[in-house]
Nanobody, 127 residues
Framework: VQLQASGGGLVQPGGSLRLSCAAS????????IGWFRQAPGEEREGILF???????????WCADSVKGRFTISRDNAKNAVYLHMNSLKLEDTAVYYC??????????????????RGQGTLVTVSS
């Protein structure tokens, strides 16, 4: 059972990037998904969570810092989820992590509450 995040890199302010999170050993569509990030010198924070269509009608939550700019999508055929990041800002520079849980973790905001956690991928926003 594994989560693999990828797609990080260097992007200019105002640019876009898509991060991928692929699962092996379980079906992501059955799982609540979370994206966290940790900026240099900062604590890890949750930025986006999305439930499953079966459990809570796929409802989602988004941090104010990324609202209107970041979205989640799922590709069930590839057993993957994506974090679409638009209008990137300097302060979006961070290591990004994807997480998954079959039973929605309590609290969502605690990275350690998620049973499946991928390794991070670094996003650097710089001109």
């Amino acid at each position: 059972v594994q989560l693999q995040a990828s797609g990080g890199g260097l992007v200019q302010p105002g640019g876009s990037l898509r991060l991928s999170c692929a699962a092996s050993g379980f079906t992501l569509d059955d799982y609540t998904i979370g994206w966290f990030r940790q900026a240099p010198g900062e604590e890890r924070e949750g930025i986006l969570f999305e439930g499953t269509s079966a459990y809570d009608d796929g409802s989602s939550w988004c941090a104010d810092s990324v609202k209107g700019r970041f979205t989640i999508s799922r590709d069930n055929a590839k057993n993957a989820v994506y974090l679409h990041m638009n209008s990137l800002k300097l302060e979006d520079t961070a290591v990004y992590y994807c997480t998954a849980a079959f039973d929605p973790p309590i609290p969502y905001s605690s990275y350690e509450s998620w049973p499946y956690r991928g390794q991070g991928t670094l996003v650097t926003v710089s001109s």
